[in-house]
C-alpha cells in the first residue's frame, strides 16, 4: 500500500521561531489533509490541499502532487502550536480511506 | 460552527466487559468513519458508511467489534468482550462525500484494565 512518512519526527523551537514540515508519499493521490493533533487528542483539520499552495493565517501549505510531497509552513510559531502534526492521503484506489503519515512532533518553547 | 459530536470522551473497563461509543457527525454528512488510533501511531480506520451502509469493514476485528448506523445520521461502535490490546483512542470522523475532506471528533479514550 501507499507509504506517507513525515519529517522530522520530532522538533523543538523557540516561539517566533519559522519552521517546514514535510510530507512524502509513494503515490499519486487525489487529495491530502494536514491535521493539528493537540494535547487532548483532537485533530483539527488545518488544510485539504490535493495541490496547490494555501495559506490561512501563519500557517501554510504546499502540495506538489507531480513530486509526491506537501510542505507546511509555520510561521512566528506560538506555545499554542505545539502538537503532533500529521498528513493523511487516501490508500491507492479509494477516495477516502486515508492512511495516516508518520506524524511530526512539535514543540514550541518561551 | 458545525462539529462532529461523540460521547463518552473518557471510559475506564475491565477486560471482558462490554463498551460502547457513541458518534454524531455534521449535519448533512453522508458519509462516517470510525478509527482507532494507538499510542504514538496514527489513526487507522475501522469502518467506513455510505448513510446507513457498510462501504469499508476489513480492518474491523468482527469478532469482537460491531458498529451501526441505523438511521444513516448517528453511529454506535461496540466492543465486546473488551482486551487490554483495545485500550486507544477512538475518533469518530465524517464527510459530505467519499471523496471530501474528513472533520474529525474529539475522540473516546478507551483505558481497559
Known amino acids: 500500500g501507499i507509504q506517507v512518512e513525515q519529517s522530522p519526527p520530532d522538533l523543538i523551537l523557540q516561539e517566533g521561531a519559522n519552521s517546514t514540515l514535510r510530507c512524502n508519499f509513494s503515490d499519486s493521490v487525489n487529495n491530502l489533509q494536514w491535521f493539528h493533533q493537540n494535547p487532548w487528542g483532537q485533530l483539527i483539520n488545518l488544510f485539504y490541499?490535493?495541490?496547490g499552495t494555501k495559506q490561512n493565517g501563519r500557517l501554510s501549505a504546499t502540495t506538489v502532487a507531480t513530486e509526491r510531497y506537501s510542505l507546511l509552513y509555520i510561521s512566528s510559531s506560538q506555545t499554542t502550536d505545539s502538537g503532533v502534526y500529521f498528513c493523511?492521503?487516501?490508500?491507492?484506489?479509494?477516495?477516502?480511506?486515508?492512511?495516516f503519515g508518520t506524524g511530526t512532533r512539535l514543540q514550541v518553547t518561551l | 460552527e458545525a462539529e462532529v459530536a461523540q460521547s463518552p470522551r473518557y471510559k475506564i473497563t475491565e477486560k471482558s466487559q462490554a463498551v460502547a461509543f457513541w458518534c454524531d457527525p455534521i449535519?448533512?454528512?453522508?458519509?462516517l468513519y470510525w478509527y482507532r488510533q494507538i499510542l504514538g501511531q496514527g489513526p487507522e480506520l475501522l469502518v467506513q458508511f455510505q448513510d446507513e451502509s457498510v462501504v469499508d469493514d476489513s480492518q474491523l476485528p468482527k469478532d469482537r467489534f460491531s458498529a451501526e448506523r441505523l438511521k444513516g445520521v448517528d453511529s454506535t461502535l461496540k466492543i465486546q468482550p473488551a482486551e487490554l490490546g483495545d485500550s486507544a483512542m477512538y475518533l469518530c470522523?465524517?464527510?459530505?462525500?467519499?471523496?471530501?475532506?474528513?472533520?474529525f471528533g474529539p475522540g473516546t479514550r478507551l483505558t481497559v484494565l
Open positions: 490541499i490535493p495541490s
Open positions: 470522523a465524517s464527510s459530505l462525500g467519499t471523496s471530501n475532506e474528513q472533520f
Open positions: 449535519s448533512g454528512h453522508a458519509t
Open positions: 493523511a492521503v487516501p490508500i491507492t484506489g479509494t477516495a477516502s480511506k486515508l492512511t
